[in-house]
T-cell receptor, first 112, second 112 residues
Framework: AQKITQTQPGMFVQEKEAVTLDCTYD???????LFWYKQPSSGEMIFLIY??????QNATEGRYSLNFQKARKSANLVISASQLGDSAMYFC?????????FGAGTRLTVKP | NAGVTQTPKFQVLKTGQSMTLQCAQD?????MSWYRQDPGMGLRLIHY???????DQGEVPNGYNVSRSTTEDFPLRLLSAAPSQTSVYFC???????????FGQGTRLTVV
């Protein structure tokens, strides 16, 4: 069964600095997708970024980038130039076929 | 464009009662899923579907039933509610395995 691990229950970062949120995964399927979602205190799930297992380059979306290290089975999210509005829960997820599974999440707090 | 619509937003049940959480999407997505999120935790997959007439179990299927008679709708039935089913329930839909999931706003269910 696929498994996603986020080892940082909480992280703090100073406004305008960069922060890396860790995610490791375990799968024996060569074809899979990795996703990051943000969940603010209001509760909605907001899609941030996607990386396919066959993608040669790391995915980027604005201030978000995904540091994909396939051999290490890691898919860390990098947020550059943190903003106060980035304070939220962040979830890493993986999909092998139709079912997407989530990690336990990391709570990010941005300090002014 | 409504996206994914869940009803109700809030519900209180007594132990032993049954109810159906509704989920509808208007994006013609084939994949739909139900998750539960307990306080301070990630999303756990209950059931999912890859198309009308096809459903499968996720990580925590016990106590829940689903059916998918149309592409648009994917209701989740609680057969006999228990306090352990107190949670926030999210429905999600996806076009295919390599695209992001779109989430509904969630249903906060309390079983007393």
């Amino acid at each position: 069964a696929q498994k996603i691990t986020q080892t940082q229950p909480g992280m703090f970062v100073q406004e305008k600095e960069a922060v890396t949120l860790d995610c490791t995964y375990d799968t024996s399927d060569p074809s899979y997708g990795l996703f990051w979602y943000k969940q603010p205190s209001s509760g909605e799930m907001i899609f941030l970024i996607y990386q396919g297992s066959y993608d040669q380059q790391n995915a980027t979306e604005g201030r978000y980038s995904l540091n994909f290290q396939k051999a290490r089975k890691s898919a860390n999210l990098v947020i550059s130039a943190s903003q106060l509005g980035d304070s939220a829960m962040y979830f890493c997820a993986m999909r092998e076929r139709a079912d997407m599974r989530f990690g336990a999440g990391t709570r990010l707090t941005v300090k002014p | 464009n409504a996206g994914v619509t869940q009803t109700p937003k809030f519900q209180v049940l007594k132990t032993g009662q049954s109810m159906t959480l509704q989920c509808a999407q208007d994006m013609n997505h084939e994949y739909m899923s139900w998750y539960r999120q307990d306080p301070g935790m990630g999303l756990r997959l209950i059931h999912y579907s890859v198309g009308a007439g096809i459903t499968d179990q996720g990580e925590v299927p016990n106590g829940y039933n689903v059916s998918r008679s149309t592409t648009e709708d994917f209701p989740l039935r609680l057969l006999s509610a228990a306090p352990s089913q107190t949670s926030v329930y999210f429905c999600a839909s996806t076009r295919d395995s390599s695209t992001e999931a779109f989430f509904g706003q969630g249903t906060r269910l309390t079983v007393v």
